[in-house]
């Protein structure tokens, strides 16, 4: 209780002050209105008084005095004051001290004059009244109100059995069964029944019970039953057991709980006359009952689930049909009755959503709706709920629709007016739906309407002070489709209806919403709901089912099947659809045929599914061998193209998700993109165009559509149109270009670490091609506005966006089009002129003005030091032009025209076509001609503009500040090489601007220089390449090769495009001079020797790959090779010695390397069906060159003689001649001046005075070539003659004591040892070096410095006990001669029981194609066989012919001699072949071992007696075919001495080895 505490000073001075401020204290607090507060004030005051009593502070009798005053303040003190005696007696009864319970009641009986004594008997202890006086005693007081109590609460004083007092009750039951359609009220008739239980004495709670039994049978009347009922009932309580006890008696095994009942109880809990609380814990089952229900049934569901898709035999099967049907039979038997669900309907019925929604918190999730009367009753309330926002927002033009009635209940859910509404109550209903709005289809359109009318509200307002209130409207939506509207869609059977409207809602949300949700759709949702799992497994085993009988013949029926599948569970089907299409890629034909009668929705969905299949983290994009991309995305990918490209599917995520892999550095779904454009816009990228295709890709838009590509893709606008326009909405076309141009290097460096390279030529070649089919459509499809405002400058895209330089000029190369364009049209409108010259005028004007700001921008793009020799207009103006700016492709024209006519003329002779498609095709194929000659036409005039401006331009394009070599190594390293690998037609495109700048005299170019440099290096290119690069590489050469032949084949035709033409200009400097120079053109058959030596370095080229065992290396050469066999190998012998490695090539490489195999099986085949069209050397260029006038060796060397060549090959690069002859004069050892024309003669007939490029020589070629030169030198400048002549029979004497030793080494039974063939390494390498070194740097490879070189390499080279050279490309020009070498070769080879050459330099075997056949023979002074030529020079005619004839007979003799020791090499030789190389007399390619071993003086002398005598039988026939009378030069003869040489050694060595052998 309370206490106020009372000051000390009161109780001090009570009599004095005290009881005065206390009496003054109580009458305030009397008269306080505080709401009942005043009372507990008074009720401490006064217990703080009569405590200081008790605890004796104050006196008795004072304080009754002030008690009896203060009792006339209030009426009720007396009661108050019992309640704080009430307080005191409790608290003294426990307290040990008597004298405070004395105290007490002492204080009691003073006040009980003004107390009354019943209040204290209410209130106080029966003890503390027996000790006040007022009972007598206490005991006899208990048992007193025992009896009291028993009397009024246990004894029955009313009926409440009907047979007690039927009367009563049937009046009672009669009063309540009355018609109530009149003036008859509640409270009438409550006072009829009070009125009744008073006369008939009935048991109030029994008359309650039957008030609601005729109220369950009179259920309509809700409102007269409740308000009788709330006017006659006291407590809810009573009630609610009433009702209880009503539940509990239908709670029976076989027991119905009637509905009236349920109604009854719903309609006292909306009305609040009973708590749900109270009555829920009547309800059965239990909560745990319901809850082990549900897991149960999902459970079972899973089982189901499993058993669909787990494989089954037939006698299980039957089994488990039996079980199934025992089990719907004993459901059947016992139907469960739910109270809770019952009541729950009910509730729901009359609109009470706040009752149900708490029954339904108490189940588990969708429990309580998965019954479907429940859920056909919330869906009831669902559709009152949103009745007024439907009928303004949400009903869809022209439709009527029925209106519906109100609830009458004001305490249901509000109808809504706004979509703001729909947040209270309407969201809610329908997420505790779930999946059950299937029940109700027309609910599930009346929401998804009215979610479309939102998002149109909501796209359409943008006010921010809404902004906020309309994003937690669309995540509302978004989760009412999520968690109600997909899953309804999936329990309904085929309803695509109902698939289309929803696909009307999703289709205004962003695709990555959409997607989203089918994620949680396809991945979540199926697994909550036992109905759910159940549709998944029934789902995967119909499609299991279709798919097992799909084929091309079945595919309208299938269609239909997998159709109404779709309808209701997309994402099922097509999961399963996938997989297999990932396994069984023959089933992407018929499958994306049977999907025609697929709804949008469900066609976005297949998006969808396809995106998730192809970002599958566990699946492995390359296969185990890591070298290739797994064929499951292979099959993906085409899937992809043809399904986008003939549904109408949405785009835009299958773009994003390339997009976005590219960012993350991943290139392989780039084959997605590659096939989309390919399917949709047409666009075909492959490197294996025929000829035909390629000249058509040449031409206008039509032409390539008609023959450019394999397949003729038609109907492509539509497609082509739906991709352009989902690039441009979703600003993807640029950055999917420029990730592409990036992802290129990304490939190799970033990407390709760890895989294997031929997979990381695979994906750049990908990437690459992709990136050209793709900037390909984008320029043919986008508007110039579109294309211009997306692409940015070059220097931007360059500098800023690091794209590569050849990518950025692809991309800009349409812009540039498109602008000069729209420019000439612009001039041309501007003034009006018809003649043709003021419209080049014009175009050229045009092209400046749009091509001025380019030719800056590139400036930035290379070093400064770049455009000394390349003007930026040059450079520009190449990478800006196309091959349809250079020229016409008439016959492809002419060729698809003529196709049309045909096809005309087949369609007016088909009798089976019907007239009016006839009408149509011809129609059609006519549109088509005139197109295409129009296209022609137009092509021409601007083939004819374009030619004019570079007419104008050519002559400011080059400035060559410092070398024409260094311009030409400018040109083919920042123009034709990175353009020539871009695509086919820029391959092509690159071939032909070469021949165009020739052909326009550009001033500085030098064509003869470009060509050199282009055919004479081709192994770094070769090996650098990609797989698809090599197709475009050897189509650049292809295209080079067919100028060059053009102009070999005819001398007329030579003389018209090339003489007189700068390119084709050779230019000589003296040192003598004052830099004057002096210019002469390169004649018709020094240009068939140049061309003889590309071919010739081509052939070195080739086998050096060949030969690598490197895979890249095999492969590329072999795509370049077969690319370029139109017009290579046109020689014999080169196309022998191909042959024979292509061959060894096939054998190596059939077991370990197929694809290999394959490439090298194809191009043999191929290369032997061209062998028909080779020629011999002599044919294909005029082997022996005009002689120059024999001049005294003084008088070519005098001061002042110029010594002009007669004959003379080009050398066009001035710097590299001095420095050559700067060397020569060097090693000469001379300080007179030299002629440089005459120095440099020698080397005319195999150079055009470049040889930059030049690959690796072989030791040996080095030793001859070394050989050749000193003797050229010897004659050329007698002046060094003494010291050299000494110098060399020094060495010479060195060799033959190196010689003695390795023979008696031989003799000794030793073999050769291995350190020879380390020297010859050795040399190899640094001979590789040299010229590589040279080549790398642009220089001319001189002989002068060669020289030098390779007499000191000579010396220790000749340390091998034996060395090896392939026969001379150049065959001897005599018919006869040349069968005597064949047969001499035939022989040489037979008999040589070892070949030391070396397998791994290719160039060991092939040699200048300037040279004849050199052996080294170390035992024979050259000087010597000098001065024997020079005096023997005029006999030589005369005896020539009887030294033949008796050099055959000498050869017969050696044959007859060596049989024996033939026979016993026979075995190694055959073991030794592969590495020959060149032992076949198939091939013609013979190898001549040679031997250090020392000849005896008789047989040496019979030796140079023979060829002394060959020489002169050759030296007449050169006589005779010589024109003019003109003698052999110096270097020719030279050649035969030292083949003369040769010839002797070659029999002695290959003596000494088989004889060694045979020991």
């Not at 401490?44 to 005053?69: F, P, R």
């Amino acid at each position: 209780m309370a206490t106020l505490i009372l000051p000390g000073e009161w109780i001090k001075n009570w009599e004095k002050s005290g009881k005065h401020e206390f009496v003054q204290l109580c009458k305030e607090l009397t008269e306080k209105t505080d709401h009942g507060n005043e009372t507990k004030d008074i009720q401490a005051a006064l217990y703080e008084v009569c405590s200081q009593v008790v605890q004796g502070n104050l006196k008795i009798d004072l304080v009754s005095a002030v008690l009896g005053e203060m009792m006339e303040l209030r009426d009720d003190l007396p009661s108050i004051l019992a309640d704080v005696f009430c307080i005191l007696d409790l608290e003294t009864g426990a307290l040990e001290e008597k004298n405070k319970r004395d105290h007490y009641t002492h204080l009691v009986g003073a006040c009980l004059s003004f107390v009354p004594e019943a209040i204290l008997k209410e209130r106080l202890d029966p003890e503390t009244l027996e000790s006040l006086g007022l009972i007598k005693q206490a005991h006899q007081f208990n048992q007193k109100i025992v009896k009291i109590k028993t009397k009024l609460f246990y004894k029955q004083q009313k009926f409440n059995l009907l047979r007690e007092e039927n009367e009563g009750y049937a009046k009672l039951i009669t009063e309540l069964g009355q018609d109530l359609s009149g003036n008859i009220t509640s409270h009438l008739v409550l006072e009829s029944i009070k009125s009744l239980i008073g006369c008939f004495n009935l048991d109030p709670n029994r008359v309650l019970d039957i008030i609601l039994e005729v109220y369950e049978s009179r259920s309509e009347q809700d409102e007269f039953f409740l308000s009788l009922i709330k006017s006659y009932m006291c407590e809810p309580i009573t009630l609610c057991h009433i009702l209880g006890f009503k539940f509990k008696f239908y709670q029976e095994p076989n027991e119905e709980t009637p509905k009236s009942l349920y109604h009854i109880a719903a309609a006292l809990l909306n009305h609040k006359l009973i708590e749900l609380e109270d009555l829920y814990v009547h309800l059965m089952p239990v909560d745990a009952t319901i809850v082990e229900e549900h897991k149960r049934e999902i459970s079972e569901a899973k089982q189901i689930a499993r058993k669909l898709v787990t494989v089954v035999l037939p006698s299980e099967k039957s089994e488990d049909k039996e079980k199934e049907k025992e089990k719907e039979e004993e459901k059947n038997e016992k139907p469960p009755d739910n109270q809770k669900l019952g009541l729950l309907e009910a509730l729901l019925r009359i609109g009470d959503w706040h009752h149900a929604q708490s029954i339904m918190d108490q189940m588990p999730s969708f429990y309580a709706t998965s019954h479907k009367a429940i859920a056909l009753a919330l869906c009831q309330l669902v559709h009152l709920t949103v009745e007024p926002l439907y009928r303004r927002a949400g009903v869809p033009k022209g439709a009527k629709g029925c209106a519906l009635q109100p609830l009458k209940n004001k305490r249901a859910p509000q109808p809504t007016e706004s979509f703001e509404d729909l947040r209270k109550d309407t969201f809610s209903m329908l997420c505790y739906l779930g999946p059950h709005l299937s029940h109700d289809p027309i609910l599930f359109a009346k929401i998804v309407r009215l979610g479309k009318s939102f998002m149109k509200e909501y796209q359409s307002d943008g006010r921010p002070e809404v902004k906020d209130k309309m994003e937690i409207l669309l995540s509302c939506f978004l989760s009412i489709a999520d968690q109600v509207l997909l899953p309804s869609l999936s329990l309904m059977e085929c309803n695509a209806c109902m698939s289309e409207e929803l696909w009307g809602l999703f289709k205004l949300f962003p695709y990555q919403h959409r997607y989203r949700l089918y994620g949680q759709w396809k991945n979540e949702t199926y697994s909550g709901h036992p109905l759910l799992v159940k549709v998944k497994a029934q789902t995967v085993e119909r499609a299991k089912y279709i798919m097992k009988r799909l084929t091309k013949e079945n595919i309208k029926q299938s269609g239909r099947q997998i159709g109404k599948l779709s309808h209701s569970n997309p994402t099922i089907l097509f999961d399963y659809m996938l997989s297999q299409i990932q396994w069984y890629d023959n089933l992407i034909v018929p499958v994306v045929d049977s999907l025609k009668y697929l709804t949008s929705l469900n066609y976005d969905v297949l998006a969808y599914c396809i995106i998730e299949a192809l970002a599958n983290p566990e699946k492995e994009k390359m296969k185990h061998d890591d070298t290739t991309l797994s064929l499951w995305l292979q099959s993906l990918a085409s899937l992809c193209g043809a399904v986008f490209r003939k549904y109408p599917i949405e785009l835009a995520g299958l773009l994003q998700y390339v997009t976005n892999q590219l960012k993350a550095g991943k290139s392989f779904d780039l084959l997605i993109l590659k096939e989309v454009v390919q399917k949709m816009a047409g666009i075909e990228i492959t490197d294996e165009m025929t000829s035909e295709q390629l000249e058509a890709m040449t031409g206008g838009e039509q032409l390539k559509a008609e023959g450019g590509y394999f397949g003729q893709i038609r109907n492509t606008k539509k497609s082509s149109q739906r991709l352009k326009d989902a690039l441009l909405d979703h600003e993807l076309a640029l950055p999917l270009c420029l990730l592409m141009a990036q992802q290129r290097n990304g490939v190799v460096f970033l990407e390709g670490g760890e895989k294997h390279l031929k997979l990381v030529g695979h994906l750049y070649d990908q990437c690459h091609d992709t990136l050209v089919q793709f900037g390909g459509f984008l320029a043919s499809n986008l508007s110039t506005e579109d294309y211009i405002k997306r692409v940015p400058s070059i220097d931007v895209l360059c500098n800023q966006f690091h794209t590569p330089h050849d990518a950025a000029f692809f991309l800009s190369r349409p812009m540039y089009a498109h602008q000069i364009l729209s420019k000439y049209e612009e001039l041309k409108k501007a003034e009006k002129g018809n003649r043709q010259q003021q419209k080049v005028t014009k175009y050229v004007a045009a092209c400046e003005q749009v091509m001025m700001p380019v030719h800056e921008a590139v400036m930035s793009l290379h070093p400064a030091r770049v455009w000394d020799d390349l003007r930026p207009q040059f450079y520009a103006t190449f990478w800006s032009l196309t091959m349809y700016d250079l020229a016409v492709p008439h016959a492809a024209y002419e060729r698809e025209v003529n196709k049309l006519r045909v096809q005309i003329k087949a369609i007016e002779e088909n009798s089976e076509i019907p007239l009016n498609k006839k009408k149509k095709e011809k129609e059609r194929c006519t549109a088509l001609q005139e197109k295409l000659q129009e296209e022609e036409k137009k092509q021409m005039e601007h083939v004819q503009r374009v030619l004019h401006r570079l007419k104008l331009e050519k002559d400011s394009w080059l400035l060559t500040k410092s070398t024409k070599n260094e311009t030409i190594t400018k040109f083919l390293q920042l123009c034709l090489f990175p353009r020539c690998i871009f695509s086919s037609i820029d391959a092509v495109y690159c071939a032909r601007f070469v021949e165009l700048v020739h052909q326009q005299k550009t001033p500085n170019f030098c064509t003869l220089l470009c060509y050199d440099r282009v055919f004479s290096a081709i192994i770094y290119t070769v090996a650098s390449c990609t797989e698809n690069e090599s197709h475009r590489y050897g189509r650049f050469l292809c295209c080079m090769l067919e100028t060059v032949t053009r102009w070999h084949s005819n001398r007329a035709v030579y003389e018209k495009e090339c003489v007189n033409y700068p390119g084709f200009l050779t230019i000589f400097r003296a040192a003598g001079f004052d830099g004057g120079n002096k210019a002469d053109q390169l004649d018709y058959e020094n240009f068939r020797h140049v061309v003889h030596k590309w071919h010739y370095m081509l052939t070195k080229a080739s086998v050096h790959c060949l030969e690598t065992g490197d895979y890249t290396h095999i492969r590329n050469i072999l795509i370049v090779l077969t690319k370029i066999l139109p017009c290579y190998p046109k020689v014999l012998n080169l196309g022998q010695a191909l042959e024979c490695r292509v061959h060894k090539i096939c054998l190596e490489e059939k077991d370990k390397r197929p694809d290999l195999y394959a490439l090298a099986m194809g191009y043999s085949g191929r290369l032997k069906s061209q062998k028909v069209h080779m020629v011999p050397e002599n044919e294909f260029h005029h082997k022996d060159q005009p002689a120059r006038s024999a001049t005294p060796a003084s008088q070519q060397n005098g001061p002042g003689s110029t010594g002009k060549p007669a004959a003379n090959t080009s050398k066009t690069e001035e710097g590299g001649f001095e420095d050559g002859d700067r060397v020569k004069d060097k090693s000469q050892g001379t300080t007179k001046p030299v002629n440089k024309a005459n120095s440099t003669a020698a080397k005319v007939t195999t150079s055009n005075g470049n040889g930059a490029l030049n690959s690796t020589k072989a030791v040996k070629d080095d030793k001859e070539k070394s050989g050749k030169e000193k003797k050229e030198k010897k004659e050329k400048t007698p002046g060094s003659t003494p010291e050299t002549t000494k110098a060399e029979s020094r060495r010479e004497k060195q060799r033959d004591e190196r010689a003695g030793k390795e023979e008696r080494l031989l003799r000794e039974g030793k073999e050769k040892t291995p350190k020879a063939d380390r020297e010859k390494v050795k040399l190899d390498e640094k001979s590789g070096k040299d010229d590589k070194a040279k080549a790398g740097n642009g220089e001319p490879v001189e002989p002068g410095r060669d020289a030098v070189k390779e007499s000191k390499n000579k010396e220790k080279g000749d340390r091998n006990a034996a060395t090896a050279t392939l026969k001379s490309p150049n065959p001897r020009s005599d018919s006869a001669e040349s069968e005597r070498d064949h047969k001499r070769r035939k022989l040489d080879s037979h008999s040589s029981p070892s070949h030391s050459s070396s397998v791994k330099d290719s160039s060991n075997e092939l040699k200048d194609p300037a040279t004849k056949q050199h052996i080294n023979f170390n035992s024979v002074a050259r000087s010597k066989s000098r001065e024997r030529e020079v005096e023997k020079k005029d006999t030589e005619s005369v005896q020539g012919r009887s030294k033949e004839k008796k050099e055959e007979k000498e050869r017969k003799e050696r044959k007859r001699d060596h049989a024996v020791n033939d026979r016993e090499a026979s075995q190694e030789s055959k073991r030794r072949k592969d590495e020959n190389g060149t032992n076949s007399s198939k091939n013609s390619q013979s190898t001549s071992p040679s031997c250090d071993s020392p000849l005896t003086p008789e047989k040496e002398k019979t030796k140079r007696s023979k060829s002394s005598s060959k020489e002169k039988a050759e030296s007449v026939k050169a006589e005779r075919t010589s024109s003019g009378g003109k003698k052999e030069s110096r270097h020719e003869k030279s050649e035969k001495k030292e083949k003369r040489d040769s010839a002797g050694g070659k029999e002695e060595k290959k003596h000494h080895k088989s004889s060694d052998k045979h020991r």
